[in-house]
């Protein structure tokens, strides 16, 4: 019903039928699996099988995890698992990068996002590998490009995830960020 009504995206979605992920392709509704926040849930394998059916059948996929259903940084997470679901690296990568800002209401959200040319953001994350040979690519972070600056944690290169809870600063401390603009 949501579908029909003409929602721009479903998030969750774990028991939609080929009948619905269709009439999703044709409507252009953008699916969120969300699949960090399921994770835990008996029923995961099925839900990754339906997300990979949903890719196969053409609909839009975007990566997006519930804010607070999991720690901050763990965003790699929700696209290694559509990865491990089946979904080409490729297509996950575009479903972060593009399909996030499409489910935000692309130009209505207030930038250009998704490309590298004249007039879109400056964002990027640059991986020490490349993530179609590489498992563990996502969590490999060099640098973080934002608005066209480049960080780097401490000057080295960033390993986010693995690094954050060890390092954490206290909120308000004077070391509250270790990030280094280069």
């Not at 699916?31 to 008996?42: D, E, G, K, M, Q």
């Not at 763990?74 to 690296?89: D, F, N, S, T, Y």
């Not at 490349?130 to 066209?148: C, H, I, Q, S, Y």
Request: charged share 30%; glycine share 10%; proline share 5%.
């Amino acid at each position: 019903m949501a579908i029909k009504a003409g929602v721009d995206t479903i998030e969750h979605c774990n028991e939609a039928t080929d009948e619905v992920f269709r009439e999703m392709r044709r409507r252009g509704t953008i699916f969120v699996p969300t699949l960090a926040v399921l994770r835990n849930s008996p029923d995961f394998d099925n839900i990754s099988k339906r997300v990979k059916r949903a890719h196969d059948l053409g609909v839009r996929l975007a990566a997006g995890g519930d804010t607070g259903a999991f720690p901050h940084g763990e965003g790699a997470l929700e696209m290694e698992l559509m990865i491990r679901a089946g979904v080409p690296v490729p297509d996950v990568l575009e479903a972060c990068i593009v399909g996030g800002w499409e489910s935000c209401g692309k130009k209505k959200s207030g930038f250009l996002f998704g490309s590298i040319e004249k007039g879109y953001r400056a964002d990027i994350i640059a991986l020490e590998t490349d993530p179609r040979t590489d498992e563990g690519a996502l969590r490999k972070v060099n640098f973080v490009m934002k608005d066209a600056r480049v960080w780097k944690r401490d000057g080295r290169p960033v390993d986010f995830v693995e690094e954050q809870a060890e390092t954490r600063p206290t909120p308000g401390s004077e070391d509250e960020s270790d990030w280094v603009l280069i």
